[in-house]
T-cell receptor, first 116, second 117 residues
Framework: GGIITQTPKFLIGQEGQKLTLKCQQNFNHDTMYWYRQDSGKGLRLIYYSITENDLQKGDLSEGYDASREKKSSFSLTVTSAQKNEMAVFLC???????????????FGAGTRLSVL | AQKVTQTQTSISVMEKTTVTMDCVYE???????LFWYKQTASGEIVFLIRQDSYKKENATEGHYSLNFQKPKSSIGLIITATQIEDSAVYFC??????????????FGLGTTLQVQP
C-alpha cells in the first residue's frame, strides 16, 4: 500500500496572496491530479500530470499554476487568492499501467483553504 | 460530454439495514469504468468499489456491492448490514479517457448517508 500526503491541512490566506499547496505520494504512481471540492459543486479537476515535468490543464485551471518536478510530488499554486474563497483541494494519483490499475484514483486527505 | 448524476441528496437509514444509492451516467464510450468513493467526516476520500463495463457480474467488496444495469446506464451502490461508521458522503464516478492509458474521474455531486442507531 501507499499514502498520499498533502500539506498543509489548513491554509488561511489574504486576498491577492499567492498560495502553494503540496502533495507527495509513495505509490510510485505516474499520474497525479489536483481536484477542487466546493459545497454543492462536487469535485472538479484543476490540473493533472501524466509524468514528471508534464502538466495538463483540467476544467478549472484558470487562476492556478502547477509543478511536477519529481515523480512523487505535485504542487498547486493559487496565483491570487479571492476574498471569502473557501474550498477543499484534493490531490490524487493513479498508475498508468494496464490491467485496470490505472483506473482507480487514490486521494490525499485534502487542504482546506480559507481566504480572509 | 460524460456526466454522472446522483439524484439522492441524502438518505437516512437504521443501523443493520440495507441501503441502495442511485447513480446514472452518460457516456459514448463502449468500454468504461465506474467507481464509488466514500468521503468521511474528516474529509478523506476512500475508494470503495469499481465496475468495469465489460464485466457482466456485479462487483462486490465486503459489505459493498453494485447493481450494474448497463441498458439503463445505472450503477447503484448497495450497502448491507449498515453500521454507524458508514455515515458519510458517497460519490459515484466514471473514468473519462484523456489519452492512451490515462484517465480522469468525473464525479457526481454525492449522496449523504446517515445511519441511525
Amino acid at each position: 500500500g501507499g499514502i498520499i500526503t498533502q500539506t498543509p491541512k489548513f491554509l488561511i490566506g489574504q486576498e491577492g496572496q499567492k498560495l502553494t499547496l503540496k502533495c507527495q505520494q509513495n505509490f510510485n504512481h505516474d499520474t497525479m491530479y489536483w481536484y477542487r471540492q466546493d459545497s454543492g459543486k462536487g469535485l472538479r479537476l484543476i490540473y493533472y500530470s501524466i509524468t514528471e515535468n508534464d502538466l495538463q490543464k483540467g476544467d478549472l485551471s484558470e487562476g492556478y499554476d502547477a509543478s511536477r518536478e519529481k515523480k512523487s510530488s505535485f504542487s498547486l499554486t493559487v496565483t491570487s487568492a479571492q476574498k471569502n474563497e473557501m474550498a477543499v483541494f484534493l490531490c490524487a494519483s493513479t498508475s498508468s499501467g494496464t490491467g485496470g490499475g490505472q483506473n482507480t484514483l487514490y486521494f490525499g486527505a485534502g487542504t482546506r483553504l480559507s481566504v480572509l | 460530454a460524460q456526466k454522472v448524476t446522483q439524484t439522492q441528496t441524502s438518505i437516512s437509514v437504521m443501523e443493520k439495514t440495507t441501503v441502495t444509492m442511485d447513480c446514472v451516467y452518460e457516456t459514448r464510450d463502449s468500454s468504461y469504468f465506474l467507481f464509488w468513493y466514500k468521503q468521511t467526516a474528516s474529509g478523506e476520500i476512500v475508494f470503495l468499489i469499481r465496475q468495469d463495463s465489460y464485466k457482466k457480474e456485479n462487483a462486490t467488496e465486503g459489505h459493498y456491492s453494485l447493481n450494474f444495469q448497463k441498458p439503463k446506464s445505472s450503477i447503484g451502490l448497495i450497502i448491507t448490514a449498515t453500521q454507524i461508521e458508514d455515515s458519510a458522503v458517497y460519490f459515484c464516478a466514471m473514468r473519462e479517457v484523456i489519452t492512451g492509458n490515462t484517465g480522469k474521474l468525473i464525479f457526481g455531486l454525492g449522496t449523504t448517508l446517515q445511519v441511525q442507531p
